[in-house]
C-alpha cells in the first residue's frame, strides 16, 4: 500500500520560507508523478504544483510561480515544495498526492486523477 506522509509545515511571517517534504512509502517514487494541493480554511482543494516522474516537466498554479518550486529526489523517495515570499494567502493545509498515470501539464491540477495522498500538512503565514 503506497503511503504519502507530509512534514515541514509551520507558522511563519509574511516574507518568510518554508520547504515541504512528502516521503512516499511502500512503492518507488519513481513510478509516479506527483503534485501538491493546498486547501485553505473554508475552501476546496486547489492545485498548487506537480513534477512528472523524472523531474523533467513542472507546472505551477499562477499565483506560486517564481516563489514556490518543486522537486524530487528519486533516490530518497522523496517530493519536495519550496515556498518563499510566503504570503498570507498561501496560509492553508497542504496535501501531496501521487499518480501512476503519465498525467502532462493539461491534467496535473485535476485532484481526481491522483491516486494516492497524504494527510496534509498546515501552512500558516502571518502578517
Known amino acids: 500500500q503506497v503511503q504519502l506522509v507530509e512534514s515541514g509545515g509551520g507558522l511563519v511571517q509574511a516574507g518568510g520560507s518554508l520547504r515541504l517534504s512528502c516521503e512516499v512509502s511502500?512503492?518507488?517514487?519513481?513510478?509516479?508523478?506527483m503534485g501538491w494541493f493546498r486547501q485553505p480554511p473554508g475552501n476546496e482543494r486547489v492545485f498548487v504544483a506537480a513534477i512528472n516522474w523524472s523531474g523533467g516537466t513542472t507546472s505551477y498554479l499562477d499565483s506560486v510561480k517564481g516563489r514556490f518550486s518543486i522537486s524530487r529526489d528519486n533516490a530518497k523517495n522523496t517530493v519536495y515544495l519550496q515556498m518563499n515570499s510566503l504570503k498570507p494567502e498561501d496560509t492553508a493545509v497542504y496535501y501531496c498526492?501521487?499518480?501512476?498515470?503519465?498525467?502532462?501539464?493539461?491534467?496535473?491540477?485535476?485532484?481526481?486523477?491522483?491516486?494516492?495522498w497524504g494527510q496534509g500538512t498546515q501552512v500558516t503565514v502571518s502578517s
Open positions: 498526492a501521487a499518480t501512476s498515470e503519465s498525467l502532462g501539464r493539461g491534467r496535473a491540477w485535476l485532484r481526481s486523477a491522483y491516486d494516492y
Open positions: 511502500g512503492g518507488t517514487v519513481s513510478s509516479y508523478d
